[in-house]
């Protein structure tokens, strides 16, 4: 009887099982495991960031609260000043912190379904009323329909990742210039901007009602060591500041963060043999029978399995060691989402494909 009903109403969020459980399910050695199923960077890490984080001494002292190296360097990478940025424990913690800055209980959060599913999670967690405005069948956003939801119910906040997770497709600047005119907090979630050929980042500070999140899980390889970033107006950051655990992100995540962003030229160059994989990848799914990928400016593609049951074809191929996403939810009836991984992966995947029929 101590517990808040609205918290005993929740559901706990379950991302993906571990990877280290399903081998030991499956029964197949983790090295022999194609995981393509979380968006990671198949390349891991750039070499430099291992050797760096092999090499810091300062494993036994707290963090800087105020993250002033990280700012310092993410700054003159992303082009905002270092008072619009914060660092989380990956970019989950910043939508964690918008959610309790401005959602009181009943306040309505909107997000755009199929989507991430953070924002609905967050929301739940402080109370807020989640309001889904669906997305039409070529998974764009319906900005009138959005329009009008944020006026209906006088909307807190609407989240739209850019390229979007688990569709791929990005939000045009016109529609987010557009949304940026309602009176609601627009959250652009760019997790896989360094992916895709847009991004609003240049826009915050010129309009009081937009964050953009980015994160170096997928770009730079450090989901495993969570961090991500906002860029957020002035007026507003200074609230996220006062509730931010002072030592929310670590220093094995700053001194990576500080030595990726010596290594932009080299990373970037790696992002571009993704997106150049994406390509072929998407070409080569395309011929196959009774499966429909939808184009995709992040490094995941979405398939839907016109013949046959998707969770079964899952099934069978983490039988062979190949981890893919499968979506129960009812706008994503019978898809697989597939992460882009090495090339010899997604040879190895198309060759289980078409011995499956
Ligand atoms: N936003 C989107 C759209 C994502 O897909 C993800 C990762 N799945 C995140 C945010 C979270 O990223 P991070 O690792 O920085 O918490």
Redesign the pocket.
């Known amino acids: 009887q101590f517990v808040r009903p609205d918290i005993a109403a929740l559901e706990a969020y379950t991302?993906i099982q571990p990877f280290d459980v399903l081998s030991e399910q499956l029964g197949i050695p983790i090295e022999q495991i194609i995981k393509l199923d979380?968006?990671e960077n198949p390349y891991g890490p750039a070499p430099s960031v291992t050797e760096a984080l092999r090499n810091c001494p300062f494993y036994a002292i707290y963090p800087d609260p105020d993250q002033t190296r990280l700012r310092r360097a993410i700054s003159p990478f992303i082009g905002q000043p270092i008072e619009r940025i914060l660092c989380?424990?990956?970019?989950?913690?910043?939508?964690d912190l918008l959610m309790r800055v401005l959602v009181q209980p009943n306040d309505v959060v909107i997000a755009c379904p199929p989507?991430?599913g953070?924002y609905s999670f967050n929301t739940g967690v402080v109370g807020g009323r989640f309001v889904a405005v669906p997305r039409d069948t070529n998974f764009d956003v319906d900005i009138e329909a959005l329009a009008d939801a944020v006026l209906e119910h006088q909307a807190k906040m609407v989240f739209l990742?850019s390229?979007?997770?688990?569709t791929g497709n990005l939000l045009a600047r016109e529609h987010v210039l557009r949304l940026l005119k309602l009176p609601t907090m627009l959250v652009l979630?760019e997790?896989?901007a360094e992916f895709s050929s847009g991004s609003v980042a240049d826009l915050v500070g010129q309009h009081p009602n937009l964050v953009v999140?980015?994160?170096?899980?997928?770009w730079a390889g450090l989901?495993g060591l969570?961090?991500?970033y906002g860029l957020i107006p002035e007026w507003l950051i200074t609230h996220l500041w006062k509730i931010k655990q002072p030592y929310n992100t670590n220093v094995a995540a700053e001194v990576a963060v500080l030595q990726s962003l010596a290594e932009t030229e080299a990373l970037n160059a790696r992002a571009k043999i993704m997106v150049a994989e994406r390509e072929r990848l998407f070409a080569a799914l395309q011929t196959i029978d009774g499966l429909t990928p939808f184009p995709s400016q992040a490094n995941f593609i979405l398939c839907r399995v016109e013949r046959g049951d998707a969770a079964q074809l899952k099934a069978d191929l983490a039988k062979r060691g190949i981890l893919l996403r499968y979506y129960r939810n009812p706008e994503l009836a019978n898809c697989i989402r597939v992460s882009i991984g090495l090339p010899e992966h997604h040879d190895a995947l198309l060759a289980a494909l078409a011995d499956l029929g």
């Open positions: 991302p979380a968006n989380g424990n990956g970019s989950d913690e910043i939508i989507t991430f953070m990742p390229p979007n997770n688990p979630d997790a896989y999140l980015r994160t170096f899980s997928k989901a969570r961090l991500g």
